[in-house]
């Protein structure tokens, strides 16, 4: 083995710890819809396709991930809670009905919150403000599916690259005011940047050696 492969050797470990290094949670955001009558009399409650199987591109990640349906849960036994901007202590409102389907994750729920909040966001929907609503998920170290290859997920076969999320646990949903969560995502963004640079000058170093980067899989014994 010469010392260029060696090093390139070296690196390879570098590079599975770069990759196993990418987030295990994440956030998405999706339309949501919300009814409140105008004599104020029915609880306003919201419904939203929280996620319909595909490719998700997310802050974090430089390629995008897919959501194992099959293997993903809710956090708690009965509800998950609703709160404003990723805020716990703003709490809005619960599920009162969640369903993971190999169609997709579904949500409905009642803002049984009265407060600033709440009053804030029905009013608003009243004069036909749109909102968003942005899902929290936590999951094991997603398994990355490098450029070329294929791999069927929630029943469609999606090609590289891109990360599976197996054992995906749903933990909560916020109400964004805004289109985006821009503070967390600014800030994942950047981490994304530094090790997207990284994995390109490592993937040079090992090309120049006589490696194909996009053959080693994260759990390679070669790595």
Known sequence: MSKSQKLAKRHQKRLKKIRSSAPTDLRWDVDMSIEASEDGNKTPSFEMLAYNGGKLRVGGFNHPVVVELQSAEFEGTEQTYINRH???????????????????????????????????????????KKFKASIEASFPPAQFIPRGKGLVVNGTRHTGPFYVARNAVITGVAILTRAAD???????????????KMNDELREFI?????????????????
Not at 89 to 109: N, V
Not at 182 to 196: C, F, G, L, P, R
């Open 86 to 128: 990723h805020d716990q202590k703003r709490e809005l409102g619960h599920s009162t009905d969640r369903r993971i389907l190999p169609s997709g994750i579904y949500f409905s729920g009642v803002f049984s919150h009265d407060n600033e909040d709440t009053r804030e966001i029905i009013v608003a929907s009243k004069r036909g």
């Open 182 to 196: 821009m503070d967390s995502n600014v800030q994942i963004a950047a981490e994304a940047k530094k090790m997207t």
């Open 207 to 223: 090309e120049a050696a006589g490696f194909n980067v996009d053959e080693f899989e994260q759990d390679d014994p070669r790595l």
